[in-house]
């Protein structure tokens, strides 16, 4: 019996010490990783984790505010009374996080008044809460877009909305051609937008951010995103551009402007799943008013919302080469540039296969245009 305590105990204090050991080294490498990852002189804080706990009543379920593949986002209340958003990372382990890392070095790297600031970050590790990060930003009181637009609640306003619209419009702009290099977000979604005391828009989640010379194109082997908001190039092939986001950012102006959401599977008709085939539909009818949020028609500026609506079917066009960069859309939003003609979509290849049951063909009318259409628009 002596021995066998013995021997508990010494395979205890091996463990606590190689435990302690792989702890000690998360902590180190990720301190130093987040120092090169952060320009200096950029104002970021250190967070310890007695300090983030404390912010958050211990990550009281009260204070949870957002949750998703990353983590959970908890609101929390710093001893100067500054409310902050704690964004805690899930599935953290000793490895460098790719992630996380790039999104602290993307966010780091800009100051904008439409993009969500950082204001410091944390890492820890222990035996009851194993590895851990933590990202830490102001909190908008308003929380998220998607809580706005869908559903029955009190519904945003003609004026809340083109504000809005015009604030992720600019935040989109300064990330494609106001920092070197250019940054392409890649999840520009309703969730992704995060909306202050005044419903002013700021773009956040830059987890899946890329970094990249203005213009470029180059193909990703790892396709990430959102349904309903990716583009179909870069979707079905791989092909991302800043019109990759130019896309998404048509598709978000469509769901701002009608309330209806990017991909509805509750609608009677097939073909208008998509937000942007249902959009395409009533503007090859001539009813582009139909497009438009009944609950918004007191303002009686119904011609700049019409406006505002072709500008998110232009931007969200099949092929690449028609969707406008985010400055001209910019332009056209505010009034200061023509929207053009809106091209007709590419015509769909078809493709022939033999069915099983006899020598017949059935030609399929496939979902989508050919490569060449993508880009090119013919």
Same mark, same amino acid.
């Given at each position: ?12 204090r091996w463990a606590r010490t190689k435990l302690g050991g792989k702890h000690r080294r998360f902590v180190r490498i990720n301190r130093s990783l987040l120092s090169n990852a952060v320009k200096p002189n950029m104002g970021k804080v ?21 949750q998703g593949s990353f983590g959970m986002v908890y609101k929390g209340t710093l001893p100067d009374g500054h409310m902050i958003a704690v964004k805690r990372m899930k599935k953290c382990s000793v ?42 930003? !102001?909190?908008?009181?308003? =929380?998220? #877009?998607?809580?706005? $637009?869908?559903?029955?609640? /009190? *519904? +945003? ?87 990759? !986001?130019?896309?998404?950012? =048509?598709? #978000?102006?469509?769901? $701002?402007?009608?309330?209806? /959401? *990017? +991909? ?115």
């Amino acid at each position: 019996m002596i021995l066998l305590c013995r021997i508990g105990i010494r395979y205890w204090r091996w463990a606590r010490t190689k435990l302690g050991g792989k702890h000690r080294r998360f902590v180190r490498i990720n301190r130093s990783l987040l120092s090169n990852a952060v320009k200096p002189n950029m104002g970021k804080v250190w967070f310890n984790v007695r300090q983030i706990k404390e912010a958050t009543n211990n990550f009281s379920c009260a204070n949870l505010i957002g949750q998703g593949s990353f983590g959970m986002v908890y609101k929390g209340t710093l001893p100067d009374g500054h409310m902050i958003a704690v964004k805690r990372m899930k599935k953290c382990s000793v490895d460098e996080d790719s992630d996380f890392l790039n999104e602290v070095e993307i966010i780091s790297s800009f100051q904008h008044p439409n993009l969500v600031a950082l204001r410091g970050f944390g890492v820890a590790s222990d035996g009851k809460d194993g590895c851990q990060r933590f990202l830490v930003y !102001d909190y908008l009181a308003n =929380g998220s #877009l998607d809580r706005h $637009i869908y559903g029955n609640g /009190k *519904a +945003l306003t003609w004026e809340q909305r083109k504000n809005i619209i015009m604030g992720i419009a600019k935040g989109l702009c300064y990330l494609h051609s106001g920092v070197k290099p250019a940054i392409y977000h890649r999840d520009i979604k309703a969730s992704n937008i995060l909306l202050d005391d005044d419903m002013n828009a700021c773009v956040a989640d830059f987890g899946l951010a890329r970094k990249t010379t203005e213009g470029e194109s180059y193909l990703v082997s790892k396709i990430a995103g959102t349904h309903g908001y990716l583009a179909p190039e870069y979707a079905l092939y791989g092909i991302l551009t800043d019109r990759s !986001d130019v896309y998404s950012f =048509g598709v #978000l102006l469509l769901e $701002i402007m009608s309330g209806r /959401k *990017a +991909l509805d599977t509750s609608v009677a008709c097939s073909s208008e799943y998509l937000i942007t085939d249902w959009a395409w539909k009533l503007l090859k009818a001539n009813r582009v008013d139909q497009m438009v949020d009944c609950r918004m028609f007191e303002s009686g500026e119904v011609s700049t919302m019409e406006r505002f609506v072709l500008v998110g079917i232009l931007c969200a066009h099949v092929a690449v080469a028609l969707r406008p960069s985010m400055v001209e859309a910019l332009k056209m939003l505010e009034g200061e540039a023509t929207i053009p003609a809106i091209p007709d979509k590419p015509l769909p290849q078809v493709n022939h296969r033999t069915v099983a049951d006899g020598n017949a063909f059935l030609s399929v009318l496939d979902s989508y245009p050919s490569f060449n259409s993508f880009l090119m628009g013919r």
